[in-house]
């Protein structure tokens, strides 16, 4: 490893743990970034070798101990929830981008097998701009062997907690050379249990990843085993033909098993990899056709067809759904308010928000009951609370910076969480102008803040989609907020009006805090049983992360942090002002 200077440290995650990295620094001056993603069951020392037998010399290497692996804390092979390896992955990214230097744009990831998984998890869901990722034999299903193998796990999870299993991969079944062998059976660092939890968090996260993988169009590469006992190709297939990724590749190795670079013909796939990377550094990934998402490509399909009548098989089962909601749904105060008002309006939400149970009978309570906790609306509270927790890291960092504070939200409806952030400032010079389009909704928001005693809040009807609205806005703010409101339409025409306006009226080192729901398990159902405001079906376009970030993007914002609701259905994201 004489090409490199090798160094160890540590890095605070986002939820404070301190993870064990390892750094391979180039003699050469260097701006450019790998990061590598271990095995499960492994660690970063693994790494080493890769580093070496890729011969990227003129770039930085970086991996990390994923934790309960290596010389990170936690219980061995155990994490409270298979995401914490994602949101440890963009934690250390922004690590290294900070420490480091090296912009995102110029890092690329490699990864094996369960990192793999972890790697495509985050530039599905963050939506990254770097250049390219190689996925090694990427465990996108694992072979269980034993018949009902998940259902089973999921028993044990519901009654165990913390409950572990022996992985039965040995040395032999993971490559053909004995030397490689050898050291796999000798690292006293690689842990043979892996949690319950984690086996099916992983499962749980590569389904939604294999359904949606159209979202990704960051240049990918898969590398798949032949002859792979641990983990199925079919997946790897199923990963790679749905990639919307304008560069894609995938290389089939008959024969190899599954850890393909320690195989005994590795040179083959680093080779293959090694080409793949210094091409992607050559080319810039064009990102434009992102802006035209609305018009064609893979949401406005999937648009198109909800819009169309169901099958026959289909609309005889939504229509006893939606005959069942319209009728004995209507005892639950949450499903008799989304007829009244619409699903998606601001009542409903604000409804779904306090989650207090109410319905006629008891019967009403059980279907609300249900009604709250639809996944949708789960991930709706936990989007509250990421987006609570932006605006005060946001006002924070202004309060610090010395700055007086002026927030605006363009779509606030009552705006509660926002006064609950103004009451956390009380000695700051913080101060809120909040806008809808509903003067009820706004009529609510002023009692709700005369009950509160706030004085620093004004309420005033407005246009979110107006341009020339937004720019007169006064006093200027230095933080925006558009919640909840760009998902609700298909066409980017009226978001990036909203946007221009935003873009002409915060200063440079301004704020934008904004929301996005680029996955839904329940798309279609909603299109066929629910109705919007307006009493249509309430049908939605999803955009993925990586087109409302470019969008956001064109309007002359650059996102610096996101954060993500555990079912990976609603994010909220904050991006700054750039200079003009």
């Known amino acids: 490893m004489s090409e490199w200077e090798i160094a160890e440290g540590h890095f605070d995650s986002w939820d404070g743990t301190e993870l064990f990295y390892r750094a391979w620094k180039p003699q050469v001056s260097s701006d450019k970034a790998l990061i590598f993603l271990h095995r499960g069951h492994e660690h970063s020392g693994r790494i080493a070798q890769q580093v070496s037998e890729f011969g990227l010399h003129g770039f930085w290497a970086f991996s990390w101990d994923c934790r309960g692996h290596g010389l990170s804390p936690g219980p061995r092979g155990y994490a409270d929830n298979y995401y914490d390896h994602v949101r440890d992955l963009d934690s250390f990214v922004q690590y290294i981008s900070r420490e480091y230097g090296i912009e995102v744009e110029n890092m690329a990831l490699v990864a094996n097998s369960i990192g793999a998984v972890t790697a495509a998890a985050w530039v599905h869901d963050f939506a990254p701009r770097i250049r390219a990722m190689v996925l090694a034999a990427p465990g996108l299903r694992i072979r269980l062997y034993v018949p009902f193998a998940i259902p089973m796990l999921r028993l044990l999870e519901r009654f165990k907690d913390r409950s572990f299993i022996s992985s039965y991969v040995k040395s032999k079944m993971l490559t053909h050379d004995p030397e490689q062998m050898k050291k796999y059976d000798e690292d006293e660092l690689i842990t043979k249990n892996i949690s319950v939890n984690i086996l099916l968090g992983l499962h749980d996260l590569s389904t939604r990843i294999m359904a949606d993988a159209g979202a990704i169009i960051t240049p990918t590469l898969v590398l798949s085993a032949g002859s792979d006992w641990v983990v199925k190709n079919s997946a790897q297939l199923r990963f790679y033909k749905g990639l919307s990724s304008p560069v894609k590749e995938m290389e089939i190795y008959p024969g190899f098993f599954h850890a393909i670079l320690f195989e005994k013909d590795r040179h083959k796939p680093i080779a293959k990899s090694r080409e793949f990377l210094e091409n992607a550094f050559e080319h810039d990934v064009d990102r434009s056709s992102l802006l035209k998402a609305d018009r064609a490509g893979y949401t406005r399909e999937e648009y198109l067809e909800l819009r169309e009548p169901a099958s026959l098989l289909k609309a005889v089962y939504y229509g006893l759904q939606k005959a069942g909601m319209w009728t004995l749904g209507r005892l639950s105060e949450g499903v008799r308010l989304g007829w009244t008002t619409g699903f998606n309006s601001g009542d409903s939400l604000d409804y779904v928000y306090e989650n207090e149970v109410r319905g006629k009978t008891p019967l009403g309570r059980m279907i609300d009951r249900t009604y709250l906790n639809a996944v949708g609306w789960k991930a709706m509270r936990e989007r509250q609370g990421v987006l609570e927790e932006s605006l005060r890291t946001t006002v924070q960092s202004l309060i610090d910076a010395g700055q007086p504070v002026r927030i605006v939200d363009i779509a606030t409806g009552r705006g509660r969480y926002v006064l609950d952030i103004l009451r956390e400032f009380p000695d700051a010079e913080v101060s809120a102008l909040l806008r809808d389009r509903s003067a009820h909704s706004l009529d609510k928001g002023r009692k709700l803040a005369a009950t509160l005693e706030l004085g620093n809040v004004t309420y005033e009807e407005g246009d979110a989609f107006d341009t020339a609205g937004l720019l007169a806005i006064e006093p200027v703010p230095n933080i925006a907020i558009v919640s909840g409101l760009f998902e609700l339409f298909p066409d980017n025409g009226p978001i990036l009006a909203s946007l221009e306006g935003l873009a002409g009226l915060i200063q440079p080192g301004g704020y934008l805090i904004y929301t996005c729901q680029p996955w839904h398990p329940q798309l279609e159902e909603i299109a066929r049983t629910c109705v919007d ?39 909220v994201s904050i991006a700054r002002k750039t200079e003009s």
Request: aromatic share 8%.
């Open 533 to 571: 405001w307006d009493g249509k079906p309430w049908v939605m376009r999803r955009r993925t992360q990586a087109e409302m970030d470019e969008l956001v993007r064109s309007a002359g914002f650059e996102k610096t942090t996101m954060g993500i609701d555990s079912h990976g259905i609603a994010t």
